[in-house]
């Protein structure tokens, strides 16, 4: 077990509340559980809000001396942000769209211009600071222009619950429609008699379950329920096809995929299932017009794992779409993961993962030839940006690495063309050459190999030699400190992409790291499968494994090593603290999962159901109510280790959100309170934010401070309070 001694207590140090023990009997499948602080779980007792109060207060104590960093910190993080910015402008038929920013206002300002008129000639659309004023959160939900381009919809969340209050604006006019619709979702569709908007609504499990259509101007007491799904495992959502023919109405679950296609000419016309469900078949779906030009017909384009574990391309006739007449298009590629495609009138782009990172290419209708994106950089990510035009015969995607900020760039289709409209701009001496980044592989206790992206000053880590022998990967010393973030859920990709806020930590000489664990999508289908389920124990594991080739490789030392994850990834965190303590100097556990067990057995809790297709179903699966024991990190906080002794856990910075709907805020504040129990020299800090939800706080400079505070935690840990940025050498 770790060493007590690492702890060093101020003459008074803070005391940490003490929550009452209440037990609770939890039994199912004839094994009982003991939860001492189950009633944590109840907002309207005030003993709860006065706990969590009480934990607030002992971590702003505790942080105390971390105050000067803290405000350090900032001011780096600030420094280094263009505060007052612009994206680059997006056209959509007589107009230029973009938003921008303004120096001391916290959220942004949507705006357009004239697509041929001046550069001044600025119209705002929607100003979120002016709409944010009076509240502590806010968040923008639905943003969606109308296809004349005179109304907006938009929606809007000043609680972080993620139940957003819809309004309509004339932008002819800047004048608001009288109607306001509540309880809306995220997905909204315009049809294309411009007055009628498809959007969604919850249920009280926070699914959403139904499809309205309302019309801009009448009362919303008179909209209509177009579609509701009653099946509690499927979530609906809507769009529209990128040429703006038809309306899409997707009914997803975790597997298992159906959508459904309405002519946007017809809003009050009846919805056509493309395929019927079936369970394990996921299929998406967008519409290529055709090119009139050469008469290639119209099409509808549907990725699908039908008869493929990473996916194929199959189109359908417009006016025969079930599965009898799909024809393949692009087929199935042993290593290639087909994630996405984008239809051009005369180009189709293609959106792909291989060796664990994202691919780009455009074929050409007429040639089928196909053009590979370049990336300069490997670990890289590349993506599609809003290419909304059809027939444009331009492509604009970004790119980045974990050295490189985020950049767009225009291809020209035609003639190859590539032009850089934007870096993200990096104030004050930043040089990206000055960062290396880099790909390690570490081997998994069942010798799966799990992949690692690395960035690092070399001038501050000894990095590898110029050898790209195996070999020439070890480095000398005790090691950088080392940040390593997870996640490994869902099927959710951790692309290496770049932060200025996390130079602070490179500028002085940490290495960053993302475990791309089992239970992502890095490497394909196979290895979210091999993560989820009775194998979800493989992410944890994977982990575990990167973390310690990292040790083994000499990147850093457990003094030195720091581990990070959120939400899903927090249950992660959770979990690698009980199975390697000692591994970890210190941990980061935003909006953790952490009692996933109790939670994913309630039934009456928000998305339960949906979950089970990602988890398992532990009501009616004993098995997985065995496998879930085994890691829920709340049910196995241990007190003591195998040989006897007193587990010392790594310090501890759990986060939470009170009105988070996706995350119960009980489950790191009950998580925290039994590591505190279980010894008294375990370190546990819990912040609560009391008005947000499950993404923290919504304005981008208390955002900015959010991470100021969690990197102060970082150094303050690893007894790195004083050391300063270092400057490049000369």
Known sequence: MADDSRLDPADDPPVPPVAERRPVTLEAHGDVRTDDWYWLRDKDDPAVIAHLEAENAYTEASMADTVALQGALYAEMVARIQETDLSVPVRKGPWRYYSR?????????????PADGPDDAEQ???DE???????????????????????????TDTTGGERYTMRFRDLDTGDESAESIEDTS???????????????????????????????????????????????????????????????CGLDSKVTSEVLVLDADDPAGRFAVVEPRRQGIEYSVDHDRGDPDTGRPGRFLIVTNDGAEDFRLMEAPEDALGRANWTEVIGARRGVRLDAVDPFVRHLAVYEREGGETRMRVIEHATGTATPVDQPESPSTVWGEANPEYDSTVLR??????????????????????ALLKRQPVLGDFDPARYRTTRQWATASDGIRVPISLVYRPDLVAGPAASNSPASDALSGSGAPCLL?????????????????????????????IAHVRGGGELGRHWYEDGKFAAKPNTFGDFVACARHLVDAGWTSPGRLVARGASAGGLLMGAVANLAPDLFRAIVAEVPFVDCLTTILDETLPLTVLEWEEWGNPVEDPAIYSVMKSYSPYDNVSATGPDGRPVRYPDILATAGLSDPRVGFWE???????????????RVLLKTEMGAGHGGPSGRYDAWKDEAFVYAFVLAALGMADAPPVPYPE
């Open 485 to 513: 973030y997870g996640y490994g859920s869902y099927e959710a990709s951790m692309d290496p992409t770049f932060s200025s806020l996390r130079l602070s930590l490179l500028d002085r000489g940490f290495v960053f790291a």
């Open 101 to 113: 920013s303004v120096e001391g206002s916290s959220y942004g300002i949507h705006c357009r211009r």
């Open 129 to 155: 600071n002016a709409l944010a004023e009076g509240h502590d959160y806010f968040a923008l939900g639905n943003f969606s222009i109308s296809p004349d381009h005179r109304w907006l919809v938009y929606s």
């Open 124 to 126: 705002v659309l929607l």
């Open 186 to 248: 995220y997905g909204s569709a315009w049809a294309n008699d411009n007055a009628t908007v498809f959007y969604v609504r919850v249920d009280e499990a926070m699914r959403p379950f139904q499809l309205w259509r309302h019309v801009v101007g009448t009362d919303p007491a008179g909209d209509v329920l177009t579609l509701e799904e009653s099946d509690d495992h499927y979530y609906l959502g809507v769009g529209r096809t990128k040429d703006d023919r038809f309306i899409l």
């Open 397 to 418: 995607y970004g790119y980045t690495s974990l050295a490189t900020p985020r950049s767009v760039y225009d291809l020209d289709l035609v003639d190859g063309g590539l």
């Open 668 to 682: 790191p504040a009950k998580w925290t309170v039994k590591l505190r129990a279980a010894n008294p020299h375990n």
